[in-house]
């Protein structure tokens, strides 16, 4: 009682004591109250055809910081993702390219039928979030995320021999993946390589035309915006995110003692 | 073809997904909603779709709509009244026993429906079943009886018969 107590007293003192450095400023400057510059241009921007040299043509601004404003902060976030997805295909790239044949039956067949189904509507919504991410908040990053749920749960509950029965093989997936890679690269110079070969001006990670440069991605599509580039970047990200998922997925459902075989060698220092 | 035909019923509930999620409909809603729908079908058709015949009968259909009312509106609400009055009894009169019960449908998606009412009305949890011989077991919280005809008739005679008219 009395331990509990004073455990209490304990936590709530430092409770106390970290509010009071965090409210004296001692772990760093706080946030301030009103919206900075930068936030109000952003806001302001994206979506206003009246200054269209800086603005994006697409309604969601956190779509556009990433991928428009910020693009290039987004493609360095992308290729550190990538290269520990790399990476870890490369630690594991004997059991990748020989895939075990386990007998496994999967789980029951009630669970089976339900998957099934739940597989289905996994890869719509994720598809629905990807397309969408120019207009509500999603993206491709997000959707790919979800869709990578899909094929996580069918190697657990149909078991490996599943994917094997179906052709869905490594090297497949991993076409799927550097082909993605590839057109996102290849969009965010798409306008600078136009540029080029027409001789006008044209940047890297252009979207809309800007003063010195009247290149620009489509604005709209039917009846929506399209946010020019970002719907490209979106879909792009989409597959390759979740080929790269699914990938390493495939490879950390492996057996116990594969896994363990494939790094058996660190020790011994080869 | 036949993969096709398969991706008929996989198409269509794809596509009403699609919209109910993104939850507009406006063409490019419509056009993308189309695509995707065609392309997550014929993907998933052969996981989803044993005989394409089955899956697009309207009488199929007609009996699934008709069990899904029938099972929320008559089958919960009388589970539900049972359990409330098991649970609110000053004596708690309890026979909890596990019981074989025989189904007669084959078909999977019959035996998932049959269990997942069982298990999804209050008092009754499907805990295993032998397909082969069209058995599941099922704890029920009011054993009214052990026989496996018995139980059959109190448990999962309407669900059993549905799903038969809607899968096998």
Redesign the interface.
């Given at each position: 009682m009395l331990r509990d107590f004073v455990f209490m007293s304990l936590l709530v003192l430092i409770i106390l004591a970290l509010t009071y450095l965090t409210y004296s400023g001692g772990l760093g400057d706080l946030p301030p109250q009103d919206i900075r510059t930068i936030a109000k241009n952003y806001l302001n921007l994206t979506y206003n055809q009246e200054v269209s040299w800086l603005w994006t043509a697409s309604p969601e601004a956190v779509a556009a910081i990433v991928w428009d404003y910020r693009g290039l902060d987004t493609l360095f976030e992308t290729v550190v993702f990538y290269g520990a997805i790399l990476a870890a295909l490369t630690l594991f790239r004997s059991i990748a390219k020989a895939p075990e044949f386990v007998s496994s039956t999967g789980l029951?067949?009630?669970v089976?039928?339900?998957t099934?189904?739940v597989?289905?509507?996994i890869?719509?919504?994720a598809?629905?979030t990807a397309?969408?991410g120019h207009l509500t908040p999603g993206g491709g990053f997000q959707g790919g995320a979800i869709a990578s749920v899909a094929p996580l749960l069918l190697l657990v509950v149909f078991g490996k021999q599943f994917f094997i029965g179906?052709k869905i093989t490594y090297s497949k997936m991993l076409s799927v993946r550097n082909i993605s890679l590839t057109l996102l690269g290849f969009t965010s110079v798409a306008l600078l390589v136009l540029g080029f070969l027409i001789g006008v001006e044209g940047y890297i990670f252009q979207n809309q035309a800007k003063t010195v440069s009247n290149l620009s991605y489509p604005t709209h599509?039917?009846?929506?915006p399209l946010g020019g580039s970002l719907i490209f970047f979106n879909l792009f990200e989409f597959l390759a995110v979740a080929s790269g998922f699914t990938l390493v997925f495939t490879i950390l459902l492996s057996r116990d003692d594969t896994l363990r075989r494939e790094l058996e060698g660190e020790e011994r220092g080869y | 073809m036949k993969r096709l035909y398969k991706s008929i019923v996989?198409v269509i509930?794809?596509f009403i997904?699609?919209v109910t999620?993104?939850g507009s409909l406006?063409?490019?809603d419509i056009?993308?909603?189309v695509l995707?729908?065609l392309?997550?079908?014929i993907?998933?058709s052969?996981?989803?779709v044993e005989d394409w015949r089955k899956s697009i009968s309207l009488r199929r259909f007609s009996n699934l709509v008709r069990f899904a009312l029938r099972y929320f509106f008559i089958d919960e609400v009388k589970a539900h009244l049972l359990l409330i009055r098991l649970s609110l009894s000053p004596k708690l009169d309890l026979r909890p026993a596990i019981v074989k019960i025989p189904i007669k449908t084959r078909d999977?998606?019959g035996?998932?429906l049959v269990?997942?009412s069982i298990t999804n009305t209050p008092g009754t949890v499907?805990i295993d079943?032998n397909?082969e011989k069209g058995n599941i077991y099922v704890h029920w919280i009011y054993a009214k009886t052990t026989e496996p005809e018995e139980s059959y008739k109190e448990v999962s005679k309407v669900f059993d018969e549905y799903a038969l008219k809607i899968f096998d």
């Open positions: 029951s067949l009630i089976k039928r339900v099934a189904i597989t289905l509507a890869l719509t919504v598809a629905s397309l969408h179906r599509f039917l009846d929506v | 996989p509930l794809s997904i699609y999620y993104t406006r063409l490019y056009f993308t909603g995707v729908a392309i997550v079908g993907l998933t052969s996981l989803l999977d998606y035996i998932t269990s997942l499907v079943l397909k």
